[in-house]
């Protein structure tokens, strides 16, 4: 999400990631599906379609299929995909860390790394990933981070 520099609590932007059908880091193949708004240009609706490698391996001789993984709505219970909607969803991030495990599961497509805890490091990690668009300002991050108890700690994590 991108936020204004001046008032680092007023979301202007998002970035929509596209899909992948490279499996690399542990992620399923995916792609994206997003419904625009006729004459808005704004996403009313993104699902993400994944063939689960894991299940797929298990039976080579099978066609693997893509099946619909997410609607980012329905899954994370959002009113609508707007930038209100979406800031909301990261200010709920910091108050349930199932909300977080959740989002990491949906972020690697259900792959393998999905069924791992993530540490504090980590959600600190994704949460501020989300957020910072910029290397530099760290504002909205640090803010967010105030209300949980998460250790941001000196290791790295590997998201």
């Not at 540490?119 to 600190?124: L, M, P, Q, R, T």
Request: with cysteine.
């Amino acid at each position: 999400m991108f936020y204004d520099s001046q008032k680092p609590t007023e979301p202007i932007g998002v970035a929509w990631n596209g899909g992948s059908l490279t499996p690399h880091s542990f992620h399923n193949p995916n792609y994206h599906v997003a419904m625009l708004e006729s004459g808005k240009f704004s996403v009313s609706t993104l699902e993400t379609y994944t063939i689960d490698l894991g299940k797929a391996n298990k039976d080579s001789s099978k066609v693997p299929n893509w099946e619909l993984s997410s609607n980012m709505t329905e899954e994370f219970k959002l009113k609508d995909l707007s930038l209100k909607s979406l800031d909301e969803l990261v200010q709920r991030m910091t108050k349930s860390e199932a909300l977080v495990q959740q989002y990491w599961r949906y972020a690697v497509k259900k792959g393998p790394r999905s069924l791992s805890e993530l540490s504090g490091e980590c959600k600190v990690a994704l949460l501020c990933g989300i957020v910072s668009t910029h290397g530099k300002n760290k504002a909205k991050c640090e803010g967010l981070l105030k209300g949980t108890n998460w250790s941001q700690g000196t290791g790295i994590c590997a998201l």
